[in-house]
């Protein structure tokens, strides 16, 4: 079964830094693109970050440039998005999601709150 387990939100101060984590399991992990999204209560889904299966190409949504980055593990089938310098516009709920050949499978979210 495949399965997409968030960890590592929380309440953080305007400036400070978290890292989330995606753990995976029930399917190829280094087979996969990896995504981060993420959605604030009353807006859309909107997609942060993307990494390739093997790592070596990663993409970011502009707000997020030079704050945020994305990497894997593919030996501990595990992906972080590295999150610095936050500000209260990155509040949201952030999903993991997995994508490719036929599979679109998500995490059940983690909440990052930033927040004075």
């Known amino acids: 079964q495949v399965q997409l387990v968030e960890s590592g939100g929380g309440l953080v101060q305007p400036g400070g830094s978290l890292r989330l984590s995606c753990a995976a399991s029930g399917f190829t992990f280094s087979k996969y693109r990896m995504n981060w999204y993420r959605q604030a209560s009353g807006k859309e889904r909107e997609w942060v970050a993307g990494?390739?299966?093997?790592?070596?190409?990663?993409n970011l949504r502009d707000s997020v440039l030079g704050r945020f980055t994305i990497s894997r593990d593919n030996a501990k089938n595990t992906v972080y998005l590295q999150m610095n310098y936050l500000n209260p516009e990155d509040t949201a709920v952030y999903y993991c999601n997995a994508r490719g050949l036929g599979l679109d499978a998500w995490g059940q979210g983690t909440l990052v709150t930033v927040s004075s």
């Open positions: 990494i390739s299966a093997t790592g070596g190409s990663l």
